[in-house]
């Protein structure tokens, strides 16, 4: 129960926009067909010692359609991937990357979650992930800490 009133204040800090932060090009998938780049990537402030939220958008230009499998990184015990049905949240195994369209990872939606941090990042320091995908290589992304209440000037 804990947990999650401390999720919910993380998911009030709201949504990343493309000022905040890590974008790039994830690169060619190979034979997916798959065409995948991140952007307005943040991690409000943990306020817990031991969790945090992360926010993120998968571009997919591509003709294919691809699958987040699992996101991984060095500062947690484990990195889950959540959606956001109505009020409910519930952790799931993998959500798709449609063809031509976007996974959106934002306050009051699907989000990762960040459990037993080995240690509480701080505003202005980046945490590197590593998303993997069903048919696409894996790829590190820089994703940029922002305050605790951190609200973007432009969302999803």
Same mark, same amino acid.
């Given at each position: 129960?804990?947990?999650?009133?401390?999720?919910?204040? %993380?998911? %009030?800090?709201?949504? @990343?926009?493309?000022?905040?932060?890590?974008?790039?090009? %994830? @690169?060619?998938?190979?034979?997916?067909?798959?065409?995948?780049?991140?952007?307005?990537?943040?991690?409000?402030?943990?306020?817990?010692?031991?969790?945090?939220?992360?926010?993120? !958008?998968?571009?997919?230009?591509?003709?294919?359609?691809?699958?987040? !499998?699992?996101? !991984?990184?060095?500062?947690?015990?484990?990195?889950?991937?959540?959606?956001?049905?109505?009020?409910?949240?519930?952790?799931? !195994?993998?959500?798709?990357?449609?063809?031509?369209?976007?996974?959106?990872?934002?306050?009051?939606?699907?989000?990762?979650?960040?459990?037993? %941090?080995?240690?509480?990042?701080?505003?202005?320091?980046?945490?590197?992930?590593?998303?993997?995908?069903?048919?696409?290589?894996?790829?590190?992304?820089?994703?940029?800490?922002?305050?605790?209440?951190?609200?973007?000037?432009?969302?999803?």
């Amino acid at each position: 129960m804990a947990a999650g009133m401390v999720f919910g204040a %993380l998911a %009030l800090a709201g949504c @990343g926009g493309p000022d905040s932060g890590a974008s790039g090009t %994830l @690169g060619a998938s190979g034979s997916s067909g798959a065409e995948l780049s991140v952007s307005s990537a943040y991690m409000p402030q943990p306020v817990s010692a031991s969790m945090a939220a992360g926010f993120l !958008t998968i571009a997919n230009t591509g003709a294919a359609k691809d699958e987040l !499998t699992a996101v !991984t990184s060095d500062i947690a015990g484990s990195v889950t991937v959540h959606e956001t049905v109505g009020t409910s949240m519930q952790e799931v !195994t993998s959500l798709d990357v449609p063809a031509h369209g976007r996974l959106v990872f934002e306050s009051g939606g699907n989000h990762l979650m960040f459990e037993k %941090l080995k240690h509480r990042p701080t505003q202005g320091q980046k945490v590197a992930v590593v998303l993997h995908f069903a048919e696409s290589g894996p790829v590190t992304v820089e994703i940029p800490v922002k305050s605790a209440t951190y609200n973007p000037k432009t969302g999803h």
